[in-house]
């Protein structure tokens, strides 16, 4: 890099926020013309933007220079003025089970419901049923997923069954869970399991060995990710209803 390059990148670069190898570029191309150079810079960074979001060039222009031409946080705030937390969530994250994570998170908090405890159905009777049964599954999922089947099987276990059947539409799902249950409440009823902790770990033992529990604890893990799959397509059909 000459002298006089190195002084003209320096000059270039305080006008605009531009990485040293495309301020050469453009002071090679215009003959180290700083102004032309500024002026060719907005140009790609407008077609950029107007390529990635689709909106008109004067509105992209406005936020660009708002921004004072850093393209990320132009792009940043056109989505937040064009989309609700929810879809820009749903837009951003690959992983769809991280991505409902993130908008429960964010449904509590418009609602004004403790992240930190487990979901009460007091606490979504005010919210729509598309909502609900994100709220009540994921809130479920994570309680079995920390405590076991097993024990997930007594947490609301007629609500989840009915969201599951009725608004993600796996009525086969819906049957093995109350199958499952079924199987549990049949063991520990032959143990007596609530009179004596002795009971209940010998009636936990023997559920975990009995092949028609083990039946439907393996379908109901294969089939989690169909789970996740339908209510991520539950919050993308309803992204109105989503804060």
Known sequence: MNKVSQQQVTLLRQRVPIGLSDGLRLLKQTDNDIDLAEQIFKEEMLKMVVNKTGIEPDIALMHLH?????????????????????????RRHGNKEFALERIVDTVRKAYHIDLNKHLELKDVHNVPREVCCLL????????????GFDIGLTFELTTITTHVEEVLALPALAQVLERAADIRTSIFNDYDAEIAIENYITAANALAKDVSFQECESTFLSQRVLLIERLYDLVGNNISKFP
């Open 136 to 147: 009540v599954v994921m809130d479920w999922l994570c309680y079995t997923d920390y405590e």
């Open 66 to 90: 708002q921004q004072r031409y850093h393209v990320d946080a132009a792009l940043q705030a056109i989505n937040e003025e064009r989309f609700s937390l929810t879809e820009r969530i749903y």
